[in-house]
């Protein structure tokens, strides 16, 4: 991608009325607007308290103004931040000043992005700072700031270059094939390209738990009508967030809550109860539920421990392939004990929504799912595109395995190679394009 030369400016803290707001200014042309808007500009790293002044010498606002010199600054611009207060009013006539004066709006992500084109972030470590700011959990938080501190990126790197060094020696193998030692076949490659494996493996644990971290678990509550599905969504949201009377098909369209389950991003849906109508409404109410089941990471099914299993629950679990745990509501009224069973077709767990008696059981048992169990929380925040990569990774480093054992292929083998070692990295922006870069940054805020 190529570095845009404009100076750019944009309010770097939340829209609205506030004590403080910061504005933003990274580029060439930083001395010359600072000069103009301050009357001189502050020394480098040292806040100076000044009057920020329109055209006409009046004072828009008054406020700290910082000034970071190039190369030395968060982007490798020349960057300055004026703190003034949190008024918007105050802000838009701050901003139409900069604008005046040669700079243009950000665009979202295009501090970080500058940083990443002029090496001040590897790519993992500036889509760490969306994460940090989105985290939706303090697991998740203290895991993105993990990442920015390049946990993450250090560990894609050190399996990048021993791939590095494994793809040399093997095209070594295939440069010289008239030596007398047989380096494709005398172990050695094999070896290291099996460690790798291992170490890939290990690096896809690590990255898909940190995923889940970040975007959470999506939950689908299914079950009969009058079974407690809005019931259990209260219970692990802690507030009343769905309507719960004795009446069967309270719950006619599609109800969504974001939970943070004990550092879990829980996204649970409640849906209509399944079964046969006639009501139009309801109807659409199981044809929405219906849809909401094929979207999901994991299905709830909720049922009155009383009755068990009825036929509609039969042909869900018939019809699916998501992992279902059968939640037996209702052991309040059934006598039954709390706990989970673990068979092997599907996990059941014994509950009252009610009184909550059963509850942690299905919490640890969603923590487990998610693979997030345990005391220790994921070493760092992952996203999509990380899984991706890697996916495609571990699969090169497979058919490059196959290709040695079984066809004996050095040229095979050495493909193979360079596509995980690209496919590495993309993850750290050492292999990118402007469709990828401008897909990551395009999702930052405004400011960033």
Not at 367 to 384: C, K, M, Q, T, V
Request: with cysteine; aromatic share 4%; net charge negative.
């Amino acid at each position: 991608m190529s570095q845009d030369t404009d100076t750019v400016a944009a309010l770097a803290t939340p829209p609205g009325r506030g004590g403080v707001a910061v504005i933003r200014v990274s580029g060439a042309r930083v001395p010359a607007i600072g000069a103009a808007l301050l009357g001189a500009m502050p020394a480098p790293r040292q806040a100076a308290l000044r009057a920020f002044r329109a055209a006409d010498g009046t004072a828009i606002d008054r406020g700290i103004a910082l000034y970071f010199p190039a190369p030395a600054s968060f982007t490798g611009e020349h960057v300055l931040e004026l703190h003034g207060h949190g008024s918007p009013m105050l802000c838009d006539m701050l901003l139409a000043r900069l604008l005046q004066l040669g700079a243009r709006m950000a665009r979202p992500g295009e501090f970080s992005q500058r940083a990443f084109l002029n090496d001040k972030l590897g790519l993992a470590e500036a889509e760490a700072i969306a994460d940090a700011i989105d985290a939706g959990s303090h697991a998740a938080a203290r895991a993105a700031v993990r990442s920015l501190e390049g946990r993450f990126a250090e560990q894609v790197r050190t399996l990048a270059a021993a791939l590095l060094e494994l793809r040399v020696y093997t095209e070594a193998a295939i440069d010289f094939p008239d030596e007398e030692v047989d380096f494709l076949g005398d172990g050695e490659i094999r070896a290291r390209l099996d460690a790798l494996r291992e170490q890939l493996q290990q690096l896809q644990h690590q990255a898909t738990r940190g995923a889940r971290l970040r975007d959470g678990l999506s939950v689908v509550l299914a079950g009969a009508p009058n079974v407690g599905k809005s019931s259990l969504l209260n219970r692990l949201a802690s507030r009343e967030t769905a309507i719960v009377t004795s009446v069967a098909g309270t719950t006619r369209d599609v109800l969504r809550e974001r939970i943070d389950l004990d550092g879990l991003p829980l996204h649970v849906v409640d849906t209509a109860g399944l079964r046969d109508t006639d009501d139009p409404v309801e109807w659409e109410g199981v044809r929405r539920a219906r849809q909401e089941l094929g979207r999901a990471d994991h299905v709830l099914l909720v049922v009155d421990d009383r009755c068990g299993l009825q036929a509609q629950d039969r042909r869900l679990l018939a019809d699916t392939d998501l992992t279902v745990t059968i939640i037996h509501n209702k052991i309040d009224l059934s006598g039954a004990q709390a706990g989970i069973e673990h068979t092997d077709a599907h996990v059941r767990v014994r509950l009252s929504a009610t009184s909550g008696t059963g509850i942690e059981d299905l919490i640890a048992h969603l923590h487990n799912s998610a693979g997030l169990s345990g005391a220790a929380e994921p070493d760092f925040i992952a996203r999509r595109r990380h899984l991706d990569a890697l996916d495609r990774a571990a699969r090169a480093l497979q058919r490059g395995h196959q290709r040695l054992v079984e066809d004996h292929a050095g040229e095979l083998l050495a493909e193979e190679l360079r596509q995980a070692h690209d496919a590495l990295g993309e993850i750290t922006g050492a292999v990118t394009s402007d469709d990828l870069l401008g897909a990551i940054f395009s999702s930052f805020c405004i400011g960033k």
